[in-house]
């Protein structure tokens, strides 16, 4: 249905006459006659009002399919950090009432935890700045600290705080329960590593390998950091150095090796992977995890400038090849650029 007939339609549904719905406006009566012809649409900014006064949400007067409702309610996630409250219950609201509709239950699923993640960051964004505020005014006590665990992922020191169990019981479930889909896998193995229970990774990592999708140059690196579990470095240099050999020019090799020395604190290997991941990586777009490690190097080992200019190229990246404008990636790239350049001396 076009805006102008949607109008009219709400307001008779108000029992509204064009006069009364007008001067709630603060427009000419000849304004709404024009809406309701299709004359002329209404200003944007009288959209929200026109909402307010019909009772119904802005996407509700343009008879949006439930997809092009889905495809906004992405969209605007992926463009605000934070959204107004109003916003995030009518949003909330539609995407529980698809969650019975068979045709829209996965994606409106996969939405709801966008929605509930996305307002936890903003939290979270919210609980890191005081906190450190507080830390920073006392910083002889605990105080916050345990906040800042929960908001930024700080070490737990205590091992019962900081296992994965929980995660490792969920992934091993699911692998359980789809044998022939690899991710599962992946997760389990990530979490059972993380832990040092390198006997459960390399019986996982055995029923990984049999899958026809599974990648065999992951599953090397997986051998690699099994090793690395069992405290048995040697070994796991030897499979990432064989890995390199074997695979000189393939980006996912080259990545994973970076990884791998990364996380060793092997930092100038590390980066010269990178470069050479991101380099050998034919893809376009192609993905900015190697330039946020290297910019995560630089800072790590005081090069503010260098990690500057890094996002420099992120920025560039999110511009030419993802097509970037206005997203929260890209606010975000900008804003870590300019908190590194306030670092430099």
Not at 106 to 133: G, P, Q
Not at 169 to 191: G, H, Q, V
Not at 277 to 290: C, G, T, Y
Not at 310 to 332: G, H, S
């Amino acid at each position: 249905m076009e805006l102008g007939k949607k109008i009219r339609q709400l307001r008779f549904k108000a029992e509204l006459t064009q006069e009364q719905l007008a001067d709630r406006l603060g427009v000419a009566p000849q304004s709404v006659s024009k809406w309701e012809n299709e004359v002329t649409m209404p200003d944007i900014t009288t959209l929200p009002m026109l909402a307010e006064v019909f009772g119904v949400s802005i996407d509700d007067m343009f008879d949006l399919t439930a997809d092009q409702r889905l495809n906004r309610i992405e969209n605007r996630m992926d463009i605000e950090e934070d959204l107004p409250q109003d916003v995030f219950s009518e949003y909330e609201e539609y995407l529980k009432s698809q969650l019975t509709d068979e045709d829209h239950k996965k994606r409106a699923t996969e939405l709801i935890s966008y929605l509930y993640w996305h307002r936890m960051d903003t939290y979270a964004r919210k609980v890191s700045k005081y906190a450190k505020e507080a830390v920073r005014m006392d910083p002889g006590k605990k105080g916050c600290q345990w906040m800042l665990i929960k908001s930024d992922g700080h070490v737990a020191w205590d091992w019962n705080m900081s296992n994965h169990a929980s995660a490792i019981d969920f992934y091993r479930e699911l692998a359980e329960s789809n044998p022939d889909k690899r991710m599962p896998y992946l997760y389990l193995i990530d979490n059972l590593i993380a832990d040092h229970r390198a006997d459960e990774a390399e019986e996982y990592l055995g029923k990984l390998s049999a899958l026809e999708d599974s990648n065999p140059i992951l599953n090397q690196a997986y051998r690699a950091y099994i090793a690395l579990a069992r405290f048995d470095e040697k070994t796991a240099d030897g499979i990432i150095e064989d890995l390199i050999s074997s695979h000189p020019d393939d980006s996912v090799c080259l990545f994973e090796a970076a990884q791998y020395y990364a996380g060793k604190c092997g930092y100038s290997k590390a980066i010269d992977l990178y470069e050479r991941s991101f380099a050998a990586e034919k893809r376009i777009p192609r993905f900015q995890d190697e330039l946020m490690g290297i910019a995560e190097i630089y800072e790590i080992t005081g090069d503010y400038r260098k990690a500057a200019e890094t996002y420099d190229r992120i920025i560039d990246l999110l511009k030419n090849e993802w097509k970037l404008t206005e997203e929260v990636e890209l606010k975000d790239a900008e804003r870590e650029k300019n908190r590194l350049l306030a670092k430099v001396k």
